[in-house]
C-alpha cells in the first residue's frame, strides 16, 4: 500500500470530523424526530444518550483508527482477530443504505436553495397556498431524481479524486456561517407570536411522556444519537486512522460532540417557535418539517429570500461534507478488499448507491423505510459489536492507546471500560430490540397499506 496520507493541519481531523458529523441529522433529521418523540421529552434523553453512551462510543472509534491505521474492515481485522472483519460487513451495508437516501434529501436542499433565485419564499407561498403543498411538489418526481443525480455525482467525484484539502476548507467557512445564520434566526423566532408554546413543547420535559413512551422514544434517540455523530459504522474509525500524531482524543471527541449537539439544539430552537406560530403540529409533517418551517420563516423575514438562499446552500454544502464520509468509508473498502482502484471504487460503490436511491425520489415512503432501517437497526448493531470488541475482547489496548496524548487515565480508564461493558452494552441490546420490534410495525402497518395502495 502508498503511504498512508495524515491530516495537514492540526486541526484538520477535527474539522474534517465535524464535517462528518454536521450534516442532514442536525438540521433535517434532529427537528423531526424531536417533533415525533413528542419534544422536550425526546431532547431529555437524546442529550443524555449522546452524553453516557454517544461519548464513551466516538474514543472507541478513535483508539480503534488510532491504534491500527487501516480502514475500517482492516482495522477490525487488526484489532479484533479474523472473525471481526465480518462487522466491517454491516459498516458496508449501512453506509450503502444511509447514503443512497441520504442524497436524496440533499438534492431537495439543493432545489429550495434553487428556488430562491426564481422567486421570493414569500412569492412561492402565496403561489402554493401553504408550505406543505410547495414540499409535496418539489421532493417527488423527476426534478427530485434530476437533483439525487447531481448530489450523487458531485460526492463521487470529491471521493475519486480524493480532494481531503476541499473538505477542510469547506468546514472552515461552513460551519462558522451555518452557527451565525441559525443564531440570528433563532432570536428572529423568539419574536414570533406563539413562540412561547414552541419553546415549551421543545424545552419543558413531561417526565409521564418518557415514562409511557419510551419504547418509541429510546430507539429513536440511539439512533439520532449514532446518526448525528456518524457513529456505528466506521467513519471515526476512518478519520482517527489518518492522525500522524497522539492527540488528546477525548478533547477532540469532546470537541466535536459540542459542535454538531450545538447546531441541532439551535436548529430546534429555530424550528418550534416557527412551527406553533404557524399551526403547524411538529409531531404530524414527518420529514418536511424543516422545509415548512423555513419556507415559512423565509418569506416572513427581511431580506428572506437572501437568507433562504444562503441557509439552504449551506445546508447542501454541509451535507456534502458528510456524504463525502459516508463513501469514504466504501470506496476504501473497495479499494482495499477488491483490489480496484479509488476511481473505479468510487464510481462503482458511487453508482450502485445511486441507484437504491432512486425509488426514494418517487415516493417518501421510501426515505422512511431506509432510513428507519439503517439509524434504529443498523448503527445500534454497529455500535454494540464495537462495544462487545472495546470493552470484552480488548480492552486493555484501548486504554492504552486512548493514555497516549493524555496521560495516565488512573480509575477513569477503567470506568471507561466498565460502563461499556455493562450499562452501554445493556441500553443498546435494549435499544436495538425495540428498534427492531417497531420497524416490523412499519413493515407490517404503514408500509403494508403503502403497497396495498399503490400496486
Ligand atoms: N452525521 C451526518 C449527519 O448528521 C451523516 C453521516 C455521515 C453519518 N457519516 C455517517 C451517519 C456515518 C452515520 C454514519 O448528517
Do not use: C
Request: aromatic share 14%; no cysteine.
Amino acid at each position: 500500500m502508498a503511504q498512508r496520507e495524515t491530516w495537514a493541519t492540526r486541526t484538520g481531523f477535527i474539522l474534517a470530523a465535524v464535517g462528518s458529523a454536521v450534516g442532514l441529522g442536525n438540521i433535517w433529521r434532529f427537528p423531526f424526530v424531536t417533533g415525533e418523540g413528542g419534544g422536550a421529552a425526546f431532547l431529555l434523553v437524546y442529550l443524555l444518550f449522546i452524553a453516557l453512551v454517544g461519548f464513551p462510543a466516538i474514543l472507541m472509534e478513535f483508539v480503534i483508527g488510532r491504534k491500527t491505521e487501516r480502514n475500517p474492515v482492516g482495522a477490525l481485522l487488526k484489532y479484533g482477530g479474523n472473525a471481526w472483519k465480518y462487522v466491517g460487513g454491516v459498516f458496508i451495508i449501512t453506509g450503502f443504505v444511509i447514503l443512497s437516501y441520504y442524497s436524496v434529501i440533499a438534492g431537495w436542499f439543493v432545489r429550495y436553495f434553487l428556488e430562491g433565485f426564481r422567486d421570493s419564499y414569500g412569492g412561492h407561498l402565496e403561489a402554493y397556498g401553504e408550505a406543505g403543498a410547495m414540499f409535496g411538489d418539489l421532493t417527488a418526481g423527476l426534478d427530485a431524481f434530476l437533483l439525487h443525480t447531481v448530489f450523487m455525482i458531485a460526492t463521487v467525484g470529491i471521493v475519486a479524486l480524493g480532494v481531503r484539502r476541499g473538505i477542510e476548507l469547506a468546514v472552515k467557512v461552513m460551519v462558522p456561517a451555518l452557527i451565525v445564520l441559525l443564531i440570528g434566526l433563532s432570536v428572529w423566532a423568539f419574536t414570533l407570536p406563539d413562540a412561547g408554546a414552541g419553546y415549551e413543547y421543545y424545552l419543558s420535559p413531561d417526565f409521564g411522556v418518557i415514562a409511557d413512551e419510551w419504547t418509541d422514544i429510546l430507539p429513536a434517540a440511539a439512533g439520532q444519537a449514532f446518526f448525528t455523530l456518524s457513529l456505528g459504522m466506521g467513519v471515526m474509525i476512518t478519520y482517527a486512522s489518518y492522525l500522524g500524531e497522539d492527540r488528546n482524543l477525548a478533547k477532540d471527541g469532546a470537541t466535536i460532540i459540542g459542535f454538531d449537539t450545538g447546531i441541532a439544539f439551535l436548529t430546534g430552537l429555530l424550528v418550534f417557535p416557527v412551527l406553533f406560530s404557524a399551526g403547524v403540529d411538529p409531531a404530524d409533517p414527518g420529514p418536511s418539517v424543516i422545509f415548512i418551517s423555513m419556507t415559512e420563516a423565509f418569506a416572513d423575514v427581511t431580506g428572506g429570500r437572501l437568507l433562504g438562499i444562503v441557509f439552504f446552500g449551506t445546508v447542501a454544502i454541509a451535507a456534502l461534507s458528510s456524504a463525502i464520509s459516508l463513501l469514504e468509508v466504501v470506496t476504501s473498502y473497495a479499494i482495499d478488499e477488491i483490489g480496484i482502484d479509488r476511481w473505479k471504487a468510487a464510481v462503482g460503490m458511487g453508482g450502485a448507491i445511486y441507484l437504491l436511491g432512486v425509488p426514494a425520489t418517487w415516493d417518501i415512503i421510501f426515505i422512511d423505510l431506509l432510513d428507519y432501517f439503517a439509524d434504529s437497526i443498523l448503527l445500534v448493531l454497529g455500535a454494540l459489536l464495537l462495544a462487545i470488541l472495546v470493552g470484552w475482547v480488548a480492552p486493555q489496548v484501548a486504554v492504552d492507546e486512548l493514555e497516549k496524548g493524555i496521560g495516565d487515565l488512573g480509575g477513569l480508564g477503567q470506568a471507561w471500560i466498565w460502563a461499556i461493558r455493562v450499562p452501554i452494552i445493556i441500553v443498546l441490546i435494549v435499544s436495538l430490540y425495540l428498534g427492531l420490534v417497531e420497524y416490523a410495525e412499519f413493515l407490517s402497518g404503514d408500509f403494508a397499506d403503502w403497497l396495498d395502495a399503490n400496486l
